[in-house]
């Protein structure tokens, strides 16, 4: 019996979907605009941004508006999940180069984070979090892959993770220190092989948390007992992200163990120091919250001007730190909840009080 019209058949097909699969992978053209330069007299001044995946009229416009105020800096999370999100042998990197081309066009520097695991690297009962060891080679493929993409368009800073001293932000289990200085070093060698001029950065840390024994049941543990275990692990990172929260305190509130606010980054660097590793630190979250009714905010009044203050003691007083990048910028939609009210714009792209303050603040030396 002759097969080769059947064989001929599945192939033409096969090559028709093949076609139909590149033809959706194919990215739609951007439309960039023209190159624009941040207007700034302090360039430290940077802001928590949540673009990819949304429309690229809304990636432009929110865009223009960070440098109108005149941030120099953003962090954005660029998922895992959403670039390779069947497989690991395939790419889609549509979203993450509509926000950074657009990004650069308004003559922002990026720092990029890495996280959310997609379905086929976890188990199917877990969250997006969730990053097994038997993973970690293929999450280190992914961030090699984008430092070998944006590294040399200058997207050199990565950051690995987001608050892993976290239960949630671990994959729903106890947070593990250990562990996490392990996915480092994966991690570090891969990227180093492909652009050695990036910046591994550690993850900011949730602040604050119980110190002590981690109980396998525990939502959070300490910062800088976490910071500790990665110390003393030799856990590979060129520089460190720091979530510097002020709570219901003003900017110069100073730092103690026990205290959640602006200066806890204080404490941070200190250890760092003490461990030999005094490399630059980031802050990619932080600031204040004005929520009428949420017992850790602030008046809107006060929420101004601690924000501005702690732009400014970050400036003067922290020649380690590279970028303050509060959050967070907008989000796409209204949550009826405190966070609404750490933004700077609303999600239709209206800005707040303190968005034309420190736009103000940003051009007054």
Same mark, same amino acid.
Not at 86 to 99: I, M
Not at 352 to 361: D, G, L, S
């Given at each position: 019996?002759?097969?080769?019209?059947?064989?001929?058949?599945?192939?033409?097909?096969?090559?028709? !979907?093949?076609?139909?699969?590149?033809?959706?992978?194919?990215?739609?053209?951007?439309?960039?605009?023209?190159?624009?330069?941040?207007?700034?007299?302090?360039?430290?001044?940077?802001?928590?941004?949540?673009?990819?995946?949304?429309?690229?009229?809304?990636?432009?416009?929110?865009?223009?508006?960070?440098?109108?105020?005149? !941030?120099?800096?953003?962090?954005?999370?660029?998922?895992?999940?959403?670039?390779?999100?069947?497989?690991?042998?395939?790419?889609?990197?549509?979203?993450?180069?509509?926000?950074?081309?657009?990004?650069?066009?308004?003559?922002?520097? #990026?720092?990029?984070?890495?996280?959310? #695991?997609?379905?086929? !690297?976890?188990?199917?009962?877990?969250? *997006?979090?969730?990053?097994?060891?038997?993973?970690?080679?293929?999450?280190?493929?992914?961030?090699?892959?984008?430092?070998?993409?944006?590294?040399?368009?200058?997207?050199?800073?990565?950051?690995?993770?987001?608050?892993?001293?976290?239960?949630?932000?671990?994959?729903?289990?106890?947070?593990?220190?250990?562990?996490?200085?392990?996915?480092?070093?994966?991690?570090?060698?891969?990227?180093?092989?492909?652009?050695?001029?990036?910046? #591994?950065?550690?993850?900011?840390?949730?602040?604050?948390?119980?110190?002590?024994?981690?109980?396998?049941?525990?939502?959070? #543990?300490? *910062?800088?007992?976490?910071?500790?275990?990665?110390?003393?692990?030799?856990?590979?990172? *060129?520089?460190?992200?720091?979530?510097?929260?002020?709570?219901?305190?003003?900017?110069?509130?100073?730092? !103690?163990?026990?205290?959640?606010?602006?200066?806890?980054?204080?404490?941070?660097?200190?250890?760092?120091?003490?461990?030999?590793?005094?490399?630059?630190?980031?802050?990619?979250?932080?600031?204040?919250?004005?929520?009428?009714?949420?017992?850790?905010?602030?008046?809107?009044?006060?929420?101004?001007?601690?924000?501005?203050?702690?732009?400014?003691?970050?400036?003067?007083?922290?020649?380690?730190?590279?970028?303050?990048?509060?959050?967070?910028?907008?989000?796409?939609?209204?949550?009826?909840?405190?966070?609404?009210?750490?933004?700077?714009?609303?999600?239709?792209?209206?800005?707040?009080?303190?968005?034309?303050?420190?736009?103000?603040?940003?051009?007054?030396?």
């Amino acid at each position: 019996m002759r097969r080769w019209p059947l064989v001929g058949g599945l192939l033409l097909l096969g090559w028709l !979907a093949f076609g139909q699969l590149a033809a959706q992978r194919t990215p739609t053209p951007l439309h960039l605009p023209p190159q624009q330069q941040v207007q700034t007299l302090h360039p430290t001044v940077g802001v928590h941004t949540r673009l990819t995946g949304l429309d690229e009229a809304t990636i432009e416009r929110t865009l223009i508006q960070v440098r109108e105020m005149g !941030a120099t800096t953003i962090i954005d999370l660029f998922p895992w999940a959403m670039v390779q999100p069947r497989s690991p042998h395939a790419f889609d990197w549509a979203g993450t180069d509509a926000v950074i081309e657009h990004a650069q066009r308004q003559g922002l520097q #990026v720092i990029a984070r890495l996280d959310f #695991v997609p379905a086929w !690297a976890r188990p199917k009962s877990t969250n *997006d979090r969730y990053l097994d060891p038997d993973f970690y080679a293929a999450y280190a493929r992914y961030v090699a892959a984008f430092a070998a993409r944006y590294v040399p368009k200058g997207v050199r800073v990565l950051q690995i993770w987001n608050e892993p001293n976290l239960r949630f932000e671990w994959g729903d289990r106890a947070p593990d220190p250990q562990a996490y200085a392990e996915l480092l070093k994966v991690v570090y060698p891969a990227v180093k092989a492909v652009a050695p001029e990036a910046l #591994v950065t550690a993850a900011g840390l949730s602040p604050g948390g119980p110190s002590g024994p981690i109980d396998p049941s525990t939502l959070s #543990v300490n *910062d800088l007992q976490y910071l500790d275990v990665l110390l003393a692990a030799a856990a590979p990172f *060129d520089a460190v992200a720091v979530h510097a929260y002020g709570g219901r305190a003003p900017a110069d509130q100073g730092p !103690a163990p026990e205290l959640v606010n602006f200066r806890r980054t204080e404490l941070i660097h200190q250890r760092l120091v003490a461990a030999g590793r005094d490399v630059p630190i980031y802050i990619t979250e932080g600031g204040w919250n004005d929520h009428p009714r949420w017992v850790g905010a602030v008046t809107p009044p006060e929420r101004v001007r601690y924000t501005l203050e702690g732009y400014a003691w970050a400036e003067d007083n922290w020649p380690w730190l590279a970028a303050t990048c509060l959050w967070q910028f907008a989000t796409p939609w209204q949550s009826y909840n405190y966070i609404d009210n750490y933004t700077f714009v609303a999600p239709d792209g209206t800005p707040k009080a303190i968005y034309y303050a420190i736009q103000q603040w940003t051009q007054t030396k």
